[in-house]
């Protein structure tokens, strides 16, 4: 067998055949039928079987090696540089300051002010002068982590004005965090053929411990005391630990371009929120959830994983300090102070590994609870201004990332564990790359492989079509694969005839045509269902849409709408337009069931 298909140019050992290293088209050679002998029809149909059966599957479980080895590596790297990693970032200069007191290495920082001297260190320090890409770099190794299964945490902390919303959003030039984030999922998943994904979206506001969706529609303020039911979430966590937000918008993502319609309009329901409530700009967290469901039905069929990326713009820090703020500027400040420092408490419980992790000690906390603690990675930027003026607000912000990295680690290493440190770490990264680009080859072999035997399985269809010898006439609706219904006249004929041995169909060719004629079928009545349906059976067909994202059908998402919002809602310039088919559905695939008749509900209130 091996022998056969190494005569066909596959290299299996190798798994390295190149297209001119396979066999001619055969078809012109075959085409008449009285050139093809029997025994070679025998041949071509046995070589076909050992390309579906044998070749097919040894790649299939190569990549599926390759892919986990590819995992491994990764996680190892994400463990040896700890998977609550703290960056600082300065923010550019203002010219026309005076000079900083505030110097920086790759590591490390330093604050001289007031006759003292302050040195921190961290897992990562950007010098004013870095750059939007600089930062996303340090950045992009934990969302394939995320696409690999694991939450994952990026928070932007720090006072007021020090580039938070700059990091994390950034403007049209410079695209900050999360738009590049979401440029990078669908580009790693448009590459990544091991499994299929879908993600999706949410948008939410904590105000004075309180959620606000902010995918939801607003009404005018004169109206708002009617319209705005979804200002009050309530958190839920079920008994494996897993955080939902009841009622809270998600909408499913299938481009770059719709996730960042969406991601405008959160943005801008961030801001309307702000003037609605009064300058509450720096006493709020503004949180984006993007939910990645990765099944790895195109590997082994058995896998179904759900991770999120939680990206956080944290409150601004300095209301911590102030003193003898009253009235609502108290509570909001006590708001942010607590929600802050419960934030530090259970990251450095987690750090230090205690048996008790206080997430219930604020809303900010319960939320991202699932995505902190075990098997998750975070990434905090503390933000710091490089002026004389705020020294001291800097120091008590680098205090609070120290706080939170707990250091423990790299500055009481001595300088040869560092060292061997650094070497796994670059060793590891190559055993990823090196995987990539094996699984690259892999696949590439596959899709040859896959056209050899549709071109072998071609030739075989035009010799019994044109032969003049064959008394079989397949319908050629049959022999293109369409319906079943048509093609079953002719086959029964076929039958009929004196088929060679070798043609007449096996029990497990019969079987493939039989789930052929099922899945066919189930997808019309899938598509009927759809016009009318509710959220749930979009969901379900959600793999289907994935697959058709990738081989750039037309969009399904236009028959089915799984986001439970009207696309028409939604118009380019990320406005939000009023829509009776505006549903709301759970973000999480395991609680939407329990959970739809009270989405039905809350939204009937609304409507
Ligand atoms: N690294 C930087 N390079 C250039 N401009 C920056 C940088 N960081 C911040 N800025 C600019 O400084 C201003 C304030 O930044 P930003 O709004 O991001 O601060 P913030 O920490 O989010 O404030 P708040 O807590 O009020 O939300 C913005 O105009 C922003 O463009």
Not at 457 to 463: A, I, K, P, W, Y
Request: proline residues 4%.
């Amino acid at each position: 067998m091996v022998q056969q298909l190494n005569s066909l140019g596959l290299d299996l050992s190798s798994g390295t055949a190149t297209e001119s290293e396979l066999p001619a088209t055969p078809s012109v050679v075959y085409m008449d039928v009285n050139v093809v002998p029997e025994h070679d029809k025998e041949g071509l149909a046995s070589t076909i079987s050992s390309l579906q059966g044998m070749e097919m599957s040894e790649l299939r479980s190569k990549q599926i090696y390759l892919d986990a080895k590819r995992r491994e590596a990764l996680d190892k790297i994400l463990d040896i540089k700890g998977s609550i990693r703290v960056f600082c970032r300065v923010k550019l200069m203002d010219e026309r300051k005076a000079a900083s007191p505030i110097s920086t290495e790759a590591d490390k920082i330093t604050v001289r002010s007031a006759g003292t001297r302050k040195e921190f260190v961290l897992d990562r320090v950007f010098h004013p002068e870095s750059t939007q890409e600089d930062v996303f770099r340090e950045v992009k190794p934990i969302l394939r982590s995320a696409l690999d299964g694991h939450n994952v945490c990026i928070l932007a902390y720090g006072q007021t004005g020090t580039g938070k919303t700059h990091t994390m959003e950034g403007n049209n030039g410079r695209p900050g965090i999360v738009p590049r984030a979401i440029e990078e999922l669908f580009h790693q998943i448009s590459r990544d053929e091991s499994a299929s994904f879908t993600l999706s979206m949410s948008m939410l506001e904590v105000y004075m411990g309180s959620l606000r969706d902010l995918f939801v529609h607003r009404r005018s303020p004169a109206r708002v005391t009617h319209r705005i039911p979804k200002c009050n979430l309530s958190i839920l966590r079920s008994s494996d630990g897993t955080v939902e937000i009841e009622g809270l918008t998600d909408v499913q993502v299938t481009d770059v371009k719709q996730a960042r319609r969406w991601y405008a309009r959160g943005k801008h329901a961030r801001s309307t929120s702000w003037t609605n409530v009064n300058d509450a700009s720096s006493r709020s967290h503004c949180l984006t959830r993007i939910t990645i469901s990765r099944s790895n039905d195109a590997v082994d069929g058995t896998n179904n994983l759900v991770s999120k990326i939680w990206l956080v713009d944290l409150g601004g820090s300095e209301r911590l300090l102030k003193t003898g703020a009253t009235g609502q500027t108290l509570d909001e400040g006590r708001a942010i102070n607590l929600s802050l420092s419960a934030l530090a408490d259970v990251i450095a419980a987690l750090r230090r590994r205690r048996d008790h992790i206080p997430y219930r000690n604020s809303k900010l906390t319960q939320l991202l609870s699932d995505s902190l603690g075990d098997g998750s990675k975070v990434l905090m930027i503390v933000h710091v201004s490089p002026g004389e003026d705020d020294a001291g607000e800097t120091v008590c912000s680098l205090s609070f990332a120290t706080r939170v990295r707990a250091v423990e680690a790299s500055r009481e290493l001595s300088e040869d564990t560092k060292k061997r440190k650094q070497q796994r770490v670059a060793e590891l990264e190559q055993g990823v790359q090196e995987a990539e680009e094996e699984l690259r080859r892999v696949r590439d072999q596959m899709e040859r492989t896959a056209k050899l035997i549709q071109e072998k399985t071609n030739t075989l269809r035009v010799d019994l079509r044109g032969s003049p010898r064959s008394p079989l006439t397949l319908n050629p609706v049959e022999l293109d694969g369409g319906d079943t219904k048509t093609a079953e006249k002719p086959v029964q004929r076929a039958r009929a005839a004196p088929v060679p041995r070798f043609m007449s169909s096996t029990a497990c060719s019969r079987r493939r045509q039989q789930q052929a004629a099922e899945s066919l079928g189930r997808a019309r009545r899938r598509s009927t269902d759809l016009r009318g349906s509710q959220s749930h059976s979009c969901y379900q067909t959600s793999k289907k849409m994935t697959v058709a994202y990738r081989r750039r059908d037309p969009p399904l998402s236009l028959q089915c709408n799984p986001l439970n919002v009207s696309h028409d809602s939604v118009d380019s310039r990320g406005s939000w337009s009023s829509s009776k088919t505006k549903k709301v559905s759970n973000s999480n695939p395991n609680l939407r069931v329990a959970l739809h008749q009270q989405h039905r509900r809350r939204m009937s209130d609304l409507i």
